[in-house]
């Protein structure tokens, strides 16, 4: 029997297929036969506490010129598929959040959402890294400008992340007598505000920051490594890093299955982990990306992993 699969996904028109991991999902669903469909963004609705939107099948093809193909739009339950893709781009803001509470509205038990609400909701990409204390860079989460000036006094150098962004945005980097101190944390935590993450900087990141992905507890060996450029610390290929092949070594085959094993228990099917030395410094759950980079640079087929195990 056909599986029918609902994408709900930023505007397909906006996406650089070369390297969007939804693109790559799709495609894969597309060669086993299955039937695609696309959410109109901005059209989740509940409507007598039944999820519905403004839905059409789609065809993906993989030419840059026309890349995908719709029908037309009509409006339908959500509950009428077999699994539905939620591939939504942070920001994690209060909309983001009011959808994972839909989405855990759909009266079909046999149907999987990837990631599911309940999972979008309760596990932040940076903050469940905290689960894993032996393998996280030293961390403090904070709203306090005290505690964050004495890490940077302990660590010299260290790192301050927002709790719900992605793609490297509004990360810095802060050396010990950085003058700009002041004005990134309140920024940053809207005048103390706000909690953000501050991490010790790693030396190793200048080696590289890999992407490693996982499926249903399945730990995927061929991996890739970001280089940050010269001209900017962060390796995220948003922030204009490049990309190498990479293959994940014993060791951090081992930290990944701790990871996986603990992934399997909250109910989280897929996820991108990010590693900087031997060191976690984010799982990325809400939208992981890098496989089509994957794909190309070791010739394999994620997406073909990520449907047979939802078989």
């Known amino acids: ?24 999902l799709m495609l894969s669903a597309m060669k086993l036969n299955y039937k695609l469909y696309y959410l109109s963004p901005g059209s989740l609705t509940i409507n007598s506490l039944e999820p519905i939107g403004d ?22 339950k959500i509950s009428n598929f077999d699994h539905i893709l939620m591939r939504e781009d942070p920001p994690v803001d209060i909309n983001y959040f009011y959808k994972t509470f839909i989405l855990d509205l759909i009266k079909n038990n046999n149907m999987r959402v990837i990631n599911s609400g309940t999972v979008l909701r309760n ?25 964050v000036e004495d890490f940077k006094n302990k660590h010299k150098k260290i790192i301050l992340k927002p709790l719900n962004l992605m793609g490297g945005r509004s990360i810095y980097f802060l050396e010990n ?3 700009n101190f002041n004005v990134i944390f309140e920024d940053m935590t809207q005048m ?3 909690y953000i993450m501050v991490q010790e900087f790693l030396d190793e990141v200048n080696d590289g920051d890999k992407r490693i992905i996982i499926i249903n507890g399945k730990v995927i060996e061929q991996s890739v490594i970001r280089k940050s450029s010269n001209k900017d610390h962060r390796s995220n290929i948003a922030s204009g890093g490049s990309i190498e092949k990479y293959t ?4 951090e085959k081992e930290i990944c299955k701790e990871v996986a ?7 989280i099917f897929f996820a991108g982990v990010d590693m900087i030395g031997n060191k976690i410094t984010e799982i ?10 994957i794909n190309s640079l070791h010739n394999v087929d994620i997406g073909k992993i990520f449907w047979d195990q939802l078989k």
Not at 60 to 71: A, Q, R
């Open 55 to 76: 839905i059409s099948e789609i065809e993906v093809y993989e030419n840059e010129d026309k890349f995908y193909k719709l029908s037309s739009f009509s409006n339908q």
């Open 284 to 293: 990325n759950i809400t939208s992981p990306t890098c496989v089509a980079e």
């Open 123 to 147: 596990f932040n990409e940076k903050l469940i890294t905290l689960n894993f204390p032996k393998f996280i860079p030293d961390t403090i989460v904070t709203c306090n400008k005290k505690h």
């Open 177 to 179: 007598l950085d003058k």
């Open 192 to 194: 103390g505000k706000n």
């Open 261 to 267: 094993s603990y992934l399997v228990s909250k109910n």
């Open 248 to 251: 994940l070594t014993k060791e």
């Open 1 to 24: 029997m056909t599986k029918k699969i609902l994408v709900i996904m930023d505007p397909i028109e906006s996406i650089n297929i070369k390297k969007d991991t939804t693109f790559q």
